[in-house]
């Protein structure tokens, strides 16, 4: 049983910025690729970054110099920082974690319930 919690949503003016958490807690034996989704409202769900156990990251074009995606494997949280927002930003970021409760066993696709974003202009 493993649960995601994402906090640190709101609204906030263009150009401002925000940092989002997630934090993942339950039964974690370990955690492996770590993304963040955004599902901007009338338009389909989207990858804004990853990143993986070992720090590795990938970024959407769309916010690439804008956001920061970290790690704080003792915690088992996640973070997004995102800066220089604009309205187009604006949507329900949910975090997604890929979560071995078990060695031997495969990985969890584990999701949290979202956190909004609203960037006005």
């Known amino acids: 049983q493993v649960q995601l919690v994402e906090s640190g949503g709101g609204l906030v003016q263009a150009g401002g910025s925000l940092r989002l958490s997630c934090a993942v807690s339950g039964t974690i034996f370990s955690i492996n690729t770590m993304r963040w989704y955004r599902h901007p409202p009338g338009k389909q769900r989207e990858l804004v970054s990853l990143?993986?156990?070992?720090?590795?990251?990938n970024y959407a074009d769309s916010v690439k110099g804008r956001c920061t995606i970290s790690r704080d494997n003792a915690k088992n949280t996640v973070y997004l920082q995102m800066n220089s927002l604009e309205p187009e930003d604006t949507a329900v970021y949910y975090c997604?974690?890929?979560?071995?409760?078990?060695?031997?066993?495969?990985?969890?696709?584990?999701w949290g319930q979202g956190t909004l974003v609203t960037v006005s202009s």
């Open positions: 997604n974690a890929a979560i071995v409760v078990a060695p031997g066993v495969g990985a969890l696709d584990a």
């Open positions: 990143i993986t156990s070992g720090g590795h990251t």
